[in-house]
């Protein structure tokens, strides 16, 4: 069946743009995770859904990340004033519950130029 | 919010060879999740084991855990150039939500 869906794969845009970041994730998951990946780290947690709402957004390094998921499916991060310390793979990954597996999307490289 | 922290940073040995990847915590989980990442995709969960459960197996692999020293170990048996990635392992707190990730492990297998 079909996986965790992100897209663009790639985005370069200008610092000072604002972008959005699309997440499709497995049909019948209720959960929901963003994360941000720099190069030789970890992934880093920002934020985690529950169905509609945001259970934990305590990851979201500053007032300029938003992330939805209006109808519990489809989720979208949005990044205003981008500034090349945004510059990352963003992942986001889907699950049955909070204390289940998490499939991820092969991410969205983000280059601030 | 817990870490949990892999060791070593890096490990690499001849194919056929086993390979043990260590992860330490600081406090109670839920449960605790390994997950490979090949370079330049997502990540790929391997196991999940249960704070209740101290060994799980899944073909080559051997996830074991010891709550009362807060750690955990992930045994690759005979392994093959494909398993080279980095794995990571991802302790979740009694209720809590967010998934804190180390550094991971990078493994090379050397054909």
């Known amino acids: 069946g079909a996986g965790v869906s992100q897209t663009p794969s790639n985005k370069v845009t200008e610092k000072g743009k604002y972008v959005e970041l699309r997440c499709d994730p497995i049909s019948g998951h209720t959960a929901l995770y963003w994360y941000r990946q720099s190069l030789g780290q970890g992934p880093e947690f920002l934020i985690y859904?529950?169905?509609?709402?945001?259970?934990?957004d305590s990851g979201l390094p500053n007032d300029r990340f938003f992330a939805v998921r209006p109808e519990g499916s489809v989720s979208t991060l949005k990044i205003q004033r981008t500034e090349r310390g945004d510059s990352a793979v963003y992942l986001c990954?889907?699950?049955?519950?909070?204390?289940?597996?998490?499939?991820f999307g092969d991410g969205t490289r983000l280059s601030i130029l | 919010s817990q870490q949990g922290e892999e060791d070593p940073q890096a490990l690499s040995i001849q194919e056929g060879e086993n390979a043990t990847m260590n992860c330490s915590y600081k406090?109670?989980?839920?449960?605790l999740q390994w997950y490979r990442q090949n370079s330049g995709r997502g990540l790929v969960h391997l196991i999940l084991?249960?704070?209740?459960?101290r060994e799980k197996h899944s073909g080559r692999l051997r996830v074991t855990l010891d709550t009362s020293k807060k750690s955990s170990s992930l045994l690759i048996t005979a392994s093959r150039a494909a398993d080279t990635a980095s794995y990571f392992c991802a302790p979740l707190n009694t209720g809590g939500f967010k998934t804190i990730f180390g550094a991971g492990t990078r493994l090379f297998v050397k054909a």
């Open positions: 859904f529950q169905g509609t709402g945001a259970a934990d």
């Open positions: 990954a889907s699950g049955q519950g909070r204390d289940q597996p998490q499939h």
């Open positions: 084991i249960r704070s209740n459960e």
């Open positions: 406090t109670s989980i839920n449960n």
